[in-house]
Every structure is written in structure tokens, then in C-alpha cells.
């Protein structure tokens, strides 16, 4: 579904209404780039390599080219994200390839301040480029799809209430809206 995104004043104080960018359709298969072959359910399920597991989903490596995300937490707007971003940063950062070695988080702690210096510039690099990404709707904080922040800090706290906050016009708006999930 296409969205509006009010994202400007004009001078009788009326919002003027720009479209959003469009989601793409779903399934989506990226024909530019030669993929691997895909694994099997019955593969990903029993895949033992596990890269990260939380209680509703776990990524895994199904091998040195797959890695998966399944479970009740894997949303479209992950993917839209991903398909957004390809589409506005150069595609040397357009896919992921999986580098074998250790997770950064079980090495940190012994490696030199050199290392982690240089690991932080790298890390630098890479904010800066994905910054570069033109923000079609200036102000504008919230999913692709004109919807909330997707991301758990904004998960509503809510009794019942399962959605994520926003979208918010403004920083002073997003500010508000992150410092108001925390009062009581």
C-alpha cells in the first residue's frame, strides 16, 4: 500500500502531502545478483550453527553462503529496509557475505585499543556511507511504509497494545516519543 507523508508546510499552513517511497511486492527475488542455491525447510530447521537465538527466532548458517532468519519475529519491514537501502547506498554495501571468525562481542574484551580502534573506524565507514542515503521525507522518523519505528525501543508498553510507536514528524517529536516509553 502507497502512503502519503505530510512534508512540508506551505505558507497558509497547510501540510503538502509527498509520496512515499513503494514497498516492493512480496515474494521478492533480486534477479541481478547470481544466488545460492536456497536451502530446504527441513535444512534451515536443523541447521546446528547457530548465530544468534532469542525465544521466538534464531539466525543460522545454513553455510558459508546462507544464513537464515526464521521464526515469530522475522517482519517484511526487515526486508523493505534492506530493499530501500540497496536501492539508495552503492552496492558494495547492497549484500551481506558471511566471514568466517569469531563474533565481535566474544573477542572484544582481549583485543588491544589498536584493534578496537580500528574496528571502530571500519564500523565509522560503514554509518557513513548508509548516512549518505538521501532521506526522501526530511523530519520524518518511522518504518518505510509511513508506519512506526520498528525497532523494540519503540515497542509500545501497553497492555495489550502490540505495535510499535510512532511515526513521529520532528526530533523533538521522536525525542518525546522515546523519553515517554520510559516514564512510568
Known sequence: MQQQHPSSVNSQSTPVLVKMWEPVSLPFKNSSLPLPTLPTTDEIRSCSDILWERCYDKIVAV?????VKFGGSVNAWEGQALMY????????????TRIPGARLHSIWPSLTPSEKDDIVAKLR??????R??????PNFFGGLDGGGVYHYL??????????????FHGGAAFAAGLAGIFEP
Open 63 to 67: 553455510n558459508d553462503k546462507v544464513v
Open 85 to 96: 537501502l540497496e536501492k539508495h547506498v552503492p552496492p558494495s554495501f547492497g549484500s551481506a
Open 125 to 130: 565507514q560503514m554509518f557513513d556511507t548508509m
Open 132 to 137: 549518505q542515503a538521501e532521506c526522501p521525507w
Open 154 to 167: 519503540f515497542y509500545s508498553q501497553t497492555k495489550g497494545d502490540q505495535k510499535h510507536l510512532g511515526p
